[in-house]
């Protein structure tokens, strides 16, 4: 289940205070600056399991998809890669504690109660292992990520037009930084950049996250009712949205 799935979800955001910073988005062979409001310092990076450099071709492990310049490749200023073999403890570290404060603030994300830091760890592990994932964080003043989304490409031969858009989490006490939509617009160049057509994304129905994919241009399909369980048992619902990028 994706989610911010919950750019704010429950409680008050604890805003951080300082000037406007550079976030660093993909396109086709070059990183463009993105500035919006938020703590200084701070940066997206850029996670390609694949690895690569630039203008190097490297293939896209889809069937029917052939090499090409890989767009997320390319270290530059604020952005690094971070892959399954890159990736500082540290990093693992902040992404488990970012997982596990987002499942206590009430956002499911393929979770009924929050895991523990050891299960956070290894599922952040494997994610980032996982070819077909892509990841980008965003970074506090003191450099611990804080937020982060990835995009789920497909390997099945009649679908690498399209991808997924999943694990969109914000710490609570990084709320009303802009780090959310950030990533989204991150995420849709990158997609432009591969020449992906369609992306798509399920969050719970009712939730604020809801409410902001309308507000970013997603278009709703509709709702499952009792998609996932929550904490307690209950079932929710989840609203399935869509993204057209344009004519493959």
Same mark, same amino acid.
């Given at each position: 289940?994706?989610?911010?799935?919950?750019?704010?979800?429950?409680? @008050?955001?604890?805003?951080?205070?300082?000037?406007?910073?550079?976030?660093?988005?993909?396109?086709?062979?070059?990183?463009?600056?993105l500035t919006f409001p938020a703590p200084g310092g701070g940066a997206l990076v850029s996670s390609n399991a694949r690895g690569g450099t630039a203008g190097t071709t490297v293939r896209s492990g889809?069937?029917?998809?052939? *090499?090409?310049?890989?767009?997320?490749?390319?270290?530059? &200023?604020?952005?690094?890669?971070?892959?399954?073999l890159a990736a500082r403890t540290a990093d693992l570290s902040c992404l488990a504690d970012v997982l596990i404060d987002c499942v206590q603030g009430g956002a499911s994300v393929g979770w009924v109660?929050?895991?523990?830091?050891?299960?956070?760890? &290894?599922?952040?592990?494997?994610?980032?292992?996982?070819?077909?994932?892509?990841?980008?964080?965003?970074?506090?003043?003191?450099?611990?990520?804080?937020?982060?989304?990835?995009?789920?490409?497909?390997?099945?031969?009649? *679908?690498?037009?399209? &991808?997924?858009?999943?694990?969109?989490?914000?710490?609570?006490?990084?709320?009303?930084?802009?780090?959310?939509? *950030?990533?989204?617009?991150?995420?849709?160049?990158?997609?432009?950049? @591969?020449?992906?057509?369609?992306?798509?994304?399920?969050?719970?129905?009712?939730?604020?996250?809801?409410?902001?994919?309308?507000?970013? *241009?997603?278009?709703?399909?509709?709702?499952?009712?009792?998609?996932?369980?929550?904490?307690?048992?209950?079932?929710?619902?989840?609203?399935?949205?869509?993204?057209?990028?344009?004519?493959?």
């Open positions: 289940m994706t989610s911010d799935s919950h750019p704010p979800t429950r409680g @008050e955001s604890l805003p951080f205070t300082g000037p406007k910073r550079t976030v660093a988005t993909v396109t086709a062979m070059r990183i463009e600056p889809r069937p029917g998809v052939p *090499g090409r310049p890989s767009p997320a490749a390319a270290p530059a &200023a604020g952005l690094s890669l971070l892959d399954s109660k929050a895991p523990t830091k050891e299960q956070a760890t &290894a599922w952040w592990s494997a994610f980032l292992a996982d070819p077909d994932h892509r990841t980008w964080v965003g970074r506090d003043d003191a450099g611990r990520i804080v937020a982060t989304a990835s995009l789920a490409l497909t390997s099945k031969a009649n *679908g690498a037009h399209r &991808a997924e858009v999943v694990k969109l989490l914000v710490h609570r006490q990084a709320r009303g930084n802009k780090f959310a939509p *950030g990533l989204m617009a991150t995420i849709e160049r990158f997609a432009k950049a @591969e020449r992906l057509s369609l992306l798509t994304l399920d969050t719970e129905t009712g939730s604020l996250a809801e409410s902001l994919y309308r507000r970013w *241009g997603w278009s709703e399909v509709g709702a499952i009712p009792g998609f996932a369980k929550v904490a307690g048992g209950a079932l929710v619902s989840t609203t399935i949205f869509y993204k057209q990028l344009g004519a493959r």
